[in-house]
């Protein structure tokens, strides 16, 4: 029987035309079974690398995982080193919040925007279908640490409305008449009908007379503005000084006046100098304090310069 032969034509576009291949039907069977073996290999080849790969992935997904949970617990840690300072600062705004005279924050108040609708929940993390427990550590993590932002900007609010209270009080204190204006003696008190040494009648006195030495210093007795300055009739050379929050002094019969017209002053700065200008028998200084417009007793307004601060 004769053999059956294959043929193999190339063709091509370029001089050489057609060329052909002639081969056994047993040989093209040696070739394609060659072919399929060298496939085979190369596939083999192919999967092993490819789950060579894989494991190292899978190895290096641990790596990071567990790098990870290393900085959540590390994370933790430092949120009981801030939960702790909160608390502490927590305690100090109760104490600052008494010094300026202001009620502690509400417990409930204090718990404004924890919780509630709109929280993000724990199936929400993204990472709670991969790794739960993770994912909880992550999430209990995060929740604490907003709570303790809350905290802390409630704390900051509530430290500003303490500040701002106490800057009022202070600024207040500063501005209320306390000081005695002069070195000297109180020779007249203030008295609703009092007989006038000068006009021989009675008459209201609606300050104090305080006897000192020509030319000793009188001093304001409070933070204010100097409002009028100049001779007005009975009171001689006048100083007025406007402190805000109602209060008002007056500091008359001086020799020499010491300050203009709308200069600010402190307390115990020097304004004046005692004289006996006006009305007036002998160097003294006559003082009144109004409050809201009426005269009261300057007496009130006279501390021992031991007890004003400074």
Do not use: C
């Amino acid at each position: 029987m004769a053999r059956r032969h294959w043929t193999l034509m190339l063709i091509s576009e370029g001089e050489n035309g057609v060329r052909q291949f002639r081969f056994t039907r047993e040989a093209a069977r040696a070739g394609v079974a060659a072919a399929l073996l060298l496939v085979a290999a190369l596939s083999s080849a192919a999967t092993r690398v490819v789950g060579e790969r894989g494991g190292e992935s899978e190895l290096s997904l641990a790596r990071r995982n567990a790098l990870l949970e290393a900085e959540v617990e590390d994370l933790r840690a430092r949120l009981d080193t801030l939960r702790s300072s909160v608390e502490t600062l927590a305690a100090r705004d109760d104490y600052y919040r008494l010094i300026a005279g202001l009620d502690p924050l509400d417990p409930d108040i204090r718990m404004v925007g924890i919780g509630g609708p709109g929280t993000e929940t724990l199936e929400n993390n993204p990472l709670y279908p991969v790794d739960r427990r993770l994912a909880r550590k992550l999430f209990s993590t995060s929740t604490e640490l907003n709570t303790l932002i809350r905290r802390a900007r409630l704390l900051s609010f509530s430290w500003r409305q303490a500040e701002d209270t106490l800057i009022v009080k202070h600024d207040r204190l500063a501005s209320t008449p306390s000081i005695t204006p002069t070195d000297g003696t109180v020779s007249s008190a203030f008295n609703y009908r009092r007989w006038h040494p000068l006009l021989s009648l009675p008459r209201p006195h609606l300050g104090v007379d305080i006897v000192a030495l020509p030319g000793t210093p009188i001093v304001a007795a409070a933070k204010g503005r100097v409002t009028f300055v100049g001779n007005r009739g009975e009171y001689g050379n006048l100083v007025v000084i406007d402190h805000g929050y109602g209060y008002e002094t007056r500091y008359a019969h001086a020799s020499r006046i010491l300050v203009k017209q709308g200069q600010p002053v402190e307390r115990g700065d020097m304004i004046a100098l005692v004289g006996s200008t006006g009305l007036a028998m002998g160097p003294h200084l006559h003082y009144e304090v109004l409050v809201d417009g009426r005269h009261v007793n300057p007496r009130r307004f006279m501390l021992d310069a031991s007890v004003v601060p400074e």
